[in-house]
C-alpha cells in the first residue's frame, strides 16, 4: 500500500471513529436530532483539514526531519494551537446546535475543559503521526546502511578479484618465460593453454560465483602450463565427486589456491611434489580439501596473495558461514581447508 494512501485511510478512518463516539456521548445525554448531525459532521471536517494542514505545514517547513529535542516543542505548539482553533469552533457549534449548552455559563471553567479535551486528542493525534514517522525514517536510514555496506562489500570484493588476474598473469608469465630459452615449442603451447585461461578466467571474473566444474576447468588450464614447465617433478590427483560440480564457489579461488601450493611448495622441491585435489558434500557444506608437498611458512605467505585474498573474499560473500584453514600435515606436506555453505 501507498505511503499517502495510508495516510488518507488513517485520517478519514480515526476521525469517523472520534466524532461517532462523540455522536453517542453527545447524543445518550441531549438527545439525537439534525443539528446534532451538523455538528458532528463540522467536527470530521475541521479536524481532518486542520490536522492535514498542520501536516502539510510541518513537511514544508521540514519540521518533519528535525531531530526530537527540536520536533516536541515545535510539535506542542502545534497542538496547542489546533486545540485552540478547535475550542473556538466547538464553543459556537455546541450552542447553535445543541440548546442545553446555552444553560451552561461560559467561564473559564468551561474553555479550560474544552481545550483540555480537545488537546488530549489532537495530542494523540500528533504522537500517532510522529512516532510513524520517525519509525519510517529508522527503516529508511537502516535501508540506505544496509546498500552502502552492501556496495562497500561489492567495492572490496571487486578489488580482491581484479588482485587476481595480474597476479596470476604474472606468475603464469614467469614460468613460460623459463621455457622460451630452454624448448619454444612447448612455450608456444604454453602461451596458447595461457591465452585460453585468461579467455575463460575474465569471463568467470564478472560473476560472483561459478560452478565447482567451471572452476575445475581453470585449475586443470592452469596446471597444464605448469605441467608443461615442472613435467615429471609436480604429480596432479583430483578425486571430485560428481555431485559436487554443480555447487557455486567464488571464482578463481581453487585456482590461487592451487597457484600458491606450487609457488610456495612444490617450486622449492628439487625433486617436486604432487598435489591432491578432494571434494566432498559434509552435511550443508561443499568440502574442498588440497594436499600438496612442502612446508607451510606463515611469514612468507604473508607476502604472497593467495592466503589473505581467499581469506577476504570469503568473508564478503559468506561472512561468518564459511571457513578457511591451511596448515603443515607433516614435515613434508602442507593440507589446505575450505568449507563453502551449499
Known amino acids: ?16 471513529v472520534f466524532v461517532l463516539l462523540e455522536l453517542i456521548g453527545y ?3 441531549y ?4 443539528l446534532l448531525l451538523l455538528n458532528v459532521a463540522i467536527n470530521f471536517m475541521a479536524g481532518i483539514a486542520l490536522t492535514h494542514a498542520y501536516r502539510l505545514f510541518i513537511i514544508k517547513t521540514s519540521w518533519i526531519s528535525l531531530p526530537m529535542k527540536l520536533l516536541v516543542p515545535r510539535a506542542m505548539l502545534g497542538v496547542v494551537s489546533i486545540s485552540i482553533l478547535l475550542t473556538l469552533l466547538n464553543i459556537f457549534l455546541d450552542r447553535l446546535t445543541v440548546p442545553l449548552m446555552n444553560l451552561l455559563p461560559l467561564d473559564a471553567v468551561l474553555i479550560f475543559n474544552y481545550l483540555f479535551n480537545w488537546s488530549k486528542y489532537i495530542l494523540l493525534w500528533a ?15 537502516e535501508k540506505v546502511k544496509y546498500q552502502l555496506q552492501v556496495l562497500i562489500k561489492e567495492s572490496q570484493y571487486q578489488n580482491l578479484k581484479m588482485q587476481l588476474n595480474p597476479h596470476f598473469l604474472f606468475n603464469s608469465l614467469n614460468s613460460i618465460r623459463t621455457l622460451v630459452d630452454i624448448d619454444p615449442v612447448l612455450a608456444k603451447e604454453a602461451i596458447g593453454k595461457l591465452s585460453s585461461l585468461l579467455r575463460s578466467s575474465l569471463h568467470m571474473s564478472k560473476e560472483k560465483t561459478v560452478s565447482l566444474q567451471q572452476e575445475l576447468d581453470t585449475v586443470k588450464d592452469y596446471l597444464a602450463i605448469e605441467k608443461i614447465r615442472f613435467d615429471n617433478r609436480l604429480h596432479i590427483e583430483m578425486n571430485i565427486e560428481p555431485n559436487t560440480l554443480a555447487c557455486q564457489v567464488p571464482p578463481m579461488m581453487i585456482q590461487t589456491l592451487v597457484e600458491n601450493a ?11 611434489g604432487s598435489i591432491v585435489l578432494t571434494t566432498t558434500l559434509q552435511n550443508e557444506f561443499l568440502q574442498i580439501k588440497m594436499i600438496n608437498s612442502g612446508r607451510f611458512e606463515p611469514k612468507e605467505e604473508a607476502d604472497g596473495l593467495g ?19 591451511i596448515q603443515n600435515l607433516d614435515e613434508q606436506h602442507v593440507i589446505t581447508l575450505l568449507n563453502i555453505p551449499i
Open 127 to 141: 504522537l500517532v503521526y510522529h512516532l510513524f514517522q520517525y519509525w519510517e525514517r529508522s527503516l529508511e536510514a
Open 31 to 34: 438527545g439525537y436530532n439534525k
Open 307 to 325: 592466503v589473505e585474498n581467499t581469506k577476504g573474499r570469503l568473508a564478503l560473500l559468506y561472512e561468518d558461514a564459511a571457513s578457511f584453514e
Open 27 to 29: 447524543g445518550n445525554i
Open 262 to 272: 606450487v609457488k610456495h611448495g612444490i617450486s622449492k622441491l628439487k625433486l617436486g
Open 1 to 16: 500500500m501507498k505511503k499517502n494512501t495510508l495516510y488518507w485511510l488513517c485520517q478519514i478512518g480515526g476521525w469517523f
